[in-house]
């Protein structure tokens, strides 16, 4: 925690994290009591510090929130990068300070029950990602751009994949890429019925207010009343 305070003091342009909380195949390694009170500490550095936090989260989303409640609320936001929680979480998780952030993993769930949580989704929290490499969309009669893997980084590829990228993966053959955000765009835009053009200066202005915080290289325009 020494380190992490000195480096955030050398580099007031850095927010926090990734950070979190893991159960899949990875974080199943590493004792979650552990896992617990590291985040908790660096969630409190965060708080402390007034910058925004990027929360990774695997199967985990109750022990999440619970966490957030306990050290929260966080007035700096949290980004909940490829989220995939419920959608009777998201009222509670905004209240907190969250941001939904939405990648190719959405494509995996039942539409109707995507739809359903992105429809709770405040619109002034929505934003959108590729997770690449990880998070290649999977849908029919859409094209996509791989990023092919070669034969002799596959092994090394495959170490840095927990379970849910694999199944995102059909193999570890092709990776995502970032130029795919223009699917995650139209998918998303399409189960929130607004068009691409819409969403997308959305996910912009959302984005541009997160990360504007003091030190930050991102400038926020403020709208004109």
Sequence with gaps: M??????????PEAAVGEIGLDKGSHGKTINFGEQVEVFQRQLELAKELERPVSVHCVRAFGDLLEVLKQTGPFPA??????YMGSAEMVSALANLGCYFSLSGFLTGMKSTKAKHML???PLDRILLETDAPDALPRLDNVSVSPVHVHSSDADTEKRHMDSESQAA??????????????IVLEYVASLLEMTESELAELSYKNATKLFSYPGSKVQHEPEDI
């Design 169 to 182: 993966n059909a193999s570890n053959e092709s990776l995502n890429h970032p130029e795919n955000i223009h």
């Design 2 to 11: 020494n380190l992490l305070r000195r480096f955030f003091a050398e580099t």
């Design 77 to 82: 936001g949290v980004l909940l990068h490829s």
């Design 119 to 121: 429809k709770s989704i």
